[in-house]
């Protein structure tokens, strides 16, 4: 099965830029997605096709893809940034999706 | 404005059976596969299987093909996520959402808000 790994947590202070990477053998072909869950709360979109910004999501979080690695980047970050961040994407075939273990942001 | 509403809370007994339901609205429902995900404590977020509305084309994830079943009802825009026999194992949170697609990947947006799933004797 295909894996995508992430660490477990990432810890920043208010105002500072948080990295989140994502890695997995066919992000070098395959878009990733990035997930934002707050506690108690259902997963929301925040990046599509690697780095596209769906509407509504503020413009401090961007993604970007260097071969196996994906990177959600949060600039500027803010304390309701704090929540838990999934990456996903696909295998080859295009059909099955798979998430990464999830890294839980913490603001400082 | 695309939404979509789970229903609520379940507590079972193992052995029940159980139908989790998903209803969207703001869009053609026939136009976008649907997709079932499960989050447990140990495990994160589990991709689980995804349908298609307009001909009830399934995939399962190998996961948790033949655990359960998934259905939808195009009259009333409405995706169903099944058990015949639950066991406690299937304790967790159940999201739907509406999968979108591109030539090189899918994911889901938007989200519905979670079903949680008790199962205890």
């Known amino acids: 099965s295909y894996e995508l790994t992430q660490p477990p947590s990432v810890s920043v202070s208010p105002g500072q830029t948080a990295r989140i990477p994502c890695s997995g053998d066919g992000l070098s072909k395959l878009y990733a997605y990035w997930y934002q869950q707050r506690p108690g709360q259902a997963p929301v979109l925040v990046i599509y096709?690697?780095?596209e910004r769906p509407s509504g999501i503020p413009d401090r979080f961007s993604g970007s893809n260097s071969g196996t690695t994906v990177t959600l980047t949060i600039s500027g970050v803010q304390a309701e940034d704090e929540a838990d961040y999934y990456c996903?994407?696909?295998?080859?075939?295009?059909?099955?999706?798979?998430f990464g273990g999830g890294t839980k942001l913490t603001v400082l | 404005e695309v939404q979509v509403v789970q229903s609520g809370a379940e507590v079972k007994k193992p052995g029940e059976s159980l139908k989790l339901s998903c209803k969207t609205s703001?869009?053609?429902?026939?136009?976008?596969?649907i997709g079932w995900v499960r989050q447990t404590p140990g495990k994160g977020l589990e991709w689980m299987g995804i349908?298609?509305?307009?001909?009830?084309?399934?995939t399962y994830s190998p996961s948790f093909q033949g655990q359960v079943t998934i259905s939808v009802d195009r009259s009333i825009s409405t995706a169903y996520l099944q058990w015949s026999s639950l066991k406690s194992s299937d304790t967790a949170l159940y999201f739907c959402a509406r999968l979108r697609t591109s030539g090189w990947g899918n994911w889901f947006h938007p989200w519905g808000q979670g079903s949680l799933v008790t199962v205890s004797p």
């Open positions: 096709k690697d780095s």
């Open positions: 349908i298609n509305p307009e001909d009830s084309n399934i």
């Open positions: 996903q994407s696909t295998d080859s075939s295009g059909v099955y999706l798979t």
């Open positions: 703001g869009y053609r429902f026939a136009h976008y596969w």
